[in-house]
């Protein structure tokens, strides 16, 4: 008897599967649903840090804080997990409407080709055959108004033939779109991951070492202050590349763009230095070079942009290396490169503030729309592949983001840099905006070091 009443609960418990499957639909919603109740999970857990660093600081607030950094941080996987998720279904959906637009794109070329065999058909009938044959003047003008029937069809016929084959170049391109955000929101899941190791690693060994005394964790925080002298013997990275430069080089460099911009030194480091974790794809193509069939840089957006850059400049094309496309573990490719310079901007984005401006069918450098040049009071046209002018478009962009100084408007502005306007409130993006702030107030604290020492 017993045994029975188990199996009868696990048939119940079974029954709603078999009677009941989710839905596309559905599964769309839950997971809507659920990446919403993730986002509130953040909300609170990033409430609880700021309130926690309101706190003097002490042995129990700092590991309260590296606890809950590491939930926020868990939360953030599980967010950009189902984000991922969304975002396989957006892909899927876009495939089946390519497929669909591509059908419809093969029946209207046969539908044309049909209309241009019948219009060249009565082409060749002249009109003195026409005359000269035994049909009378109303079949005559039948045959008129046929024919002007079928020059309309085929006027129509391209037109929808056009149109077609713009909606496909279209969720192609949205699709492209798509697909590298999803790679990118991988190699953050990674990124995140080793966030959350350094963070337990860093949580055990105060434990290890202070054995929960308060004056031993001072000592230990004490002995891991950075001195002025390590600060400037300490190396900056950026993204073109391998290049590094002395820390106090990128100060003096990030303080310069900030004084003419009004946005913070700090922030603007701390936007490097956090895009310098993204850089595995940079610096090591050139404009020719040919990625899983299709040219590394796109070919309408930035590469016409890019022959400008490099004639205004004087510098060959052809051999300044620029950065890679994303290619998945199997060899197949996501998205575009082509990002320029030190800090890795693209020649359509540099074009905003280089005074590079699209005139015709061409582009073509004009001084007083070089934001760059007027601010570092430049000689030459802005250069990205100079570390002062990328600097400058750095903390430009940041500003028309709305950076201002406060932690609200330069945390939306890191996320804006990052994610677009569009993606910057998304839950899964908000660590960067996180990140970026606790590097910024780390930063902050090293410049003034550095200037007292």
Same mark, same amino acid.
């Given at each position: ?20 499957? $989710? ?17 509130? #999970? ?47 279904? #957006? ?6 409407? @390519? ?19 019948? !219009? ?21 003008? !039948?045959?008129?108004? +046929? ?16 149109? @077609? ?10 699709? $492209? ?19 959350? #190791? ?5 949580? /055990? ?17 004490? +002995?891991?202050?950075?001195?002025? +002298? ?17 820390? !106090?080089? /990128?100060?003096?460099? *990030? ?14 480091? *701390? ?10 794809? @940079? ?8 990625? %899983? ?9 930035? %590469?016409?942009?890019?022959? /400008?850059?490099? $004639? ?14 994303? =290619? ?47 601010? !570092? ?28 100084? +406060? ?17 910057? =409130? ?14 910024? %107030? ?12």
């Amino acid at each position: 008897m017993r045994t029975g009443t188990v199996f009868f609960m696990f048939i119940l418990l079974l029954a709603p599967v078999f009677l009941h499957a $989710e839905t596309d639909e559905e599964r769309k919603k839950r997971i809507e649903g659920m990446l919403m109740q993730v986002e509130k #999970q953040i909300f609170q857990s990033k409430i609880l840090v700021e309130n926690k660093q309101q706190e003097r600081q002490s042995l129990e607030r700092d590991l309260d804080i590296i606890d809950e950094e590491i939930n926020k941080a868990q939360l953030g996987i599980q967010a950009r997990s189902l984000a991922i998720e969304q975002l396989n279904d #957006q892909i899927g959906d876009k495939e089946e409407v @390519i497929i669909i637009l591509i059908s419809r794109l093969e029946k209207q070329r046969k539908s044309l080709a049909e209309l241009i065999r019948q !219009t060249q058909a009565v082409d060749d009938y002249s009109l003195v055959e026409v005359m000269l044959s035994n049909q009378n003047f109303s079949e005559f003008f !039948t045959d008129v108004e +046929s024919f002007r029937a079928v020059k309309q069809s085929l006027t129509d016929s391209l037109e929808i033939l056009t149109e @077609i084959k713009n909606d496909t170049h279209m969720q192609k391109m949205t699709l $492209e779109e798509k697909q590298v955000s999803e790679a990118r929101l991988k190699e953050l899941q990674e990124l995140e991951k080793k966030e959350i #190791q350094i963070k337990e690693a860093q949580k /055990a060994n105060i434990l290890d070492v202070t054995k929960g005394e308060e004056a031993i964790y001072k000592e230990l925080l004490d +002995s891991q202050q950075k001195t002025a +002298s390590q600060l400037r013997n300490q190396l900056f990275q950026l993204l073109g590349g391998s290049t590094a430069i002395q820390f !106090t080089e /990128a100060v003096q460099l *990030a303080q310069f763009a900030g004084s003419k911009t009004g946005v913070s030194p700090a922030l603007i480091l *701390a936007i490097l230095e956090q895009e310098s974790n993204f850089g595995n794809h @940079i610096g090591s193509c050139l404009v020719g070079d040919i990625r %899983a069939g299709k040219s590394v840089m796109h070919p309408d957006r930035d %590469a016409p942009v890019f022959m /400008a850059i490099a $004639e205004v400049l004087g510098f060959d094309a052809a051999t300044q290396k620029v950065s890679c496309p994303i =290619l998945r573990a199997d060899g197949s490719r996501i998205g575009w490169g082509g990002a320029m310079g030190p800090l890795q901007f693209i020649p359509s984005t540099w074009a905003i503030y280089g005074g590079i401006v699209k005139n015709g069918a061409g582009y073509t450098y004009i001084q007083s729309n070089d934001a760059i040049r007027s601010l !570092t009071g430049g000689s030459a046209p802005a250069n990205p592949f100079n570390k002062q002018d990328a600097f400058m478009a750095s903390a430009l962009l940041l500003r028309d983001n709305g950076a201002s100084g +406060s932690f609200t408007a330069d945390r939306l502005a890191a996320l804006r840099y990052y994610a677009g306007w569009g993606g910057a =409130l998304r839950v899964e993006n908000q660590f960067y905006g996180d990140q970026v702030m606790t590097r910024k %107030a780390r930063l902050e604290n090293e410049i003034k070091i550095l200037q007292a020492g």
